[in-house]
Antibody, heavy 120, light 107 residues
Framework: EVQLVQSGAELKKPGESLRISCTGS????????INWVRQMPGKGLEWMGR????????NYSPSFQGHVTISVDKSLNTAYLQWSSLKASDTAMYYC?????????????WGQGTMVTVSS | DIQMTQSPSSLSASVGDRVTITCRAS??????LNWYQQKPGKAPKLLIY???NLLSGVPSRFSGSGSGTDFTLTISSLQPEDFATYYC??????????FGQGTKLEI
């Protein structure tokens, strides 16, 4: 089964660092870009950025550039989203999603989501 | 940035109804438009890609159309499991992909 499995929920304090993960299985991980999408409580979907697992090339939305870092470990079939200094406004559900092959950048497989709560 | 505007923001309908949701882009995006369904507490699911292509396994009551700036998602006969929030997404402006604000389909 093709799937993306994300790490569990996190509760952090403002200023702390965090890295969440997204592990792919059932397909050739390095063949498909991985995207990260934010959903704040009760709100819509926001594209944050993406990574090509074959070469670690990244693109970021200007809204998130400089505040998060996307990386990958090919040997573990895992992509990461990390923060060096969290803010309360980072409280949200974060999804990873695979770029569809031949699907014009549609996202065909999604992780189950990682809830990040930032509170003092 | 390309802005995506969905209408309506919410919609009340009944089982068996035909429902249409509209998505408008702030500039032409050719056919680079995708539709997702999200149920409460769940990850989004891709329904339609490149404006009108039904993802394998998605029921045929779902259909998409449009090109340029105006797009529609139609559900021909609503089923109980279709009550959810629907999002459009443009994939024309690579790599700055943007979603519509969502349409909540309620009973």
């Amino acid at each position: 089964e093709v799937q993306l499995v994300q790490s569990g929920a996190e509760l952090k304090k403002p200023g702390e660092s965090l890295r969440i993960s997204c592990t792919g299985s059932g397909y050739s991980f390095t063949t498909y870009w991985i995207n990260w999408v934010r959903q704040m409580p009760g709100k819509g979907l926001e594209w944050m950025g993406r990574i090509d697992p074959s070469n670690s090339y990244t693109n970021y939305s200007p809204s998130f550039q400089g505040h998060v870092t996307i990386s990958v470990d090919k040997s573990l079939n895992t992509a990461y989203l990390q923060w060096s200094s969290l803010k309360a406004s980072d409280t949200a559900m974060y999804y990873c999603a695979r770029r569809m092959m031949g699907g014009n950048d549609a996202f065909d497989i999604w992780g189950q989501g990682t809830m990040v709560t930032v509170s003092s | 940035d390309i802005q995506m505007t969905q209408s309506p923001s919410s919609l009340s309908a009944s089982v068996g109804d035909r429902v249409t949701i509209t998505c408008r882009a702030s500039q032409s995006i050719s056919s680079s438009l995708n539709w997702y369904q999200q149920k409460p507490g769940k990850a989004p699911k891709l329904l339609i890609y490149v404006a009108s292509n039904l993802l394998s396994g998605v029921p045929s009551r779902f259909s998409g159309s449009g090109s340029g700036t105006d797009f529609t998602l139609t559900i021909s006969s609503l089923q109980p499991e279709d009550f959810a929030t629907y999002y459009c997404q443009q994939s024309y402006s690579i790599p700055l992909f943007t979603f519509g604000q969502g349409t909540k389909l309620e009973i």
